[in-house]
């Protein structure tokens, strides 16, 4: 079993709408929960990072994690279409090495 | 100017060349990564540098060589490249933030052949 799975998608919304995105991982060691965003032709950056279960907000972004099941989420809210990108799950652990999600690719639609 | 640099940005080869794939940075980072991006595949690790004198292989390390040349270049060779190395490929450098924050470059399109 792959360490983090993420269903890759795509992701069509329209302007406004409520946008979740979710991944699962299989490693309990992982400690650190992160969101990185990639736009078209640019390498992946860091968008948001949470330590513990629980809720993290940022502007019209949350990251949702709960350890007990293992899951973690993004929602955006009053998506745009500058949000559209691919959205890349990481996790962190003993192994001190990032394990990527596969990514899902989001289009908002105007 | 770009932290994390790589060069060239686009390149198309042949099966059979040789190439290496450069990157540089000024993070100041001791930290640094290779990774291929392949769609449906994601982000696959090939290696990985912590400073100068540590490699170590990923997951994705066959057909594929490094080297660290100072704290600032770690480059990627595809010593006799074929076609299912046509891939997007991605350096990055990490921070010694406690929640490993890496840095990507803005990645060099690879077509072989």
């Known amino acids: 079993q792959k360490e983090v799975e993420q269903d890759p998608g795509p992701l069509s919304v329209p302007e406004g709408a409520i946008v979740s995105l979710n991944c699962t991982y299989s490693?309990?060691?992982?400690?650190?929960f992160m969101w990185y965003r990639q736009y078209s032709r640019k390498g992946p950056e860091l968008l948001m990072y949470t330590y513990s279960s629980g809720n993290k907000e940022d502007g019209r972004f949350t990251a949702q994690v709960d350890k007990s099941s293992k899951y973690i989420s993004l929602f955006i809210r009053d998506s745009q279409p500058s949000d559209s990108a691919t959205y890349l799950c990481a996790n962190q652990g003993g192994s001190e090495k990032l394990v990527f999600g596969k990514g899902t690719k989001l289009t908002v639609n105007p | 100017d770009a932290d994390v640099t790589q060069t060239p940005r686009n390149r198309i080869t042949k099966t059979g060349k040789r190439i290496m794939l450069e990157c540089s940075q000024t993070?100041?980072?001791?930290?640094m990564y290779w990774y291929r991006q392949d769609p449906g595949l994601g982000l696959r690790l090939i290696y990985y540098s912590f400073d100068v004198k540590d490699i170590n292989k990923g997951e994705i390390s066959d057909g594929y060589s490094v080297s660290r040349q100072a704290q600032a270049k770690f480059s990627l060779s595809l010593e006799s490249a074929i076609p299912n190395q046509t891939a997007l490929y991605f350096c990055?450098?990490?921070?010694?933030?406690?929640?490993?924050?890496?840095?990507f470059g803005p990645g060099t399109r690879l077509t072989v052949l």
């Open positions: 490693n309990s060691a992982f400690q650190y």
């Open positions: 990055a450098t990490e921070g010694t933030s406690v929640y490993n924050e890496q840095f």
């Open positions: 993070k100041g980072h001791d930290r």
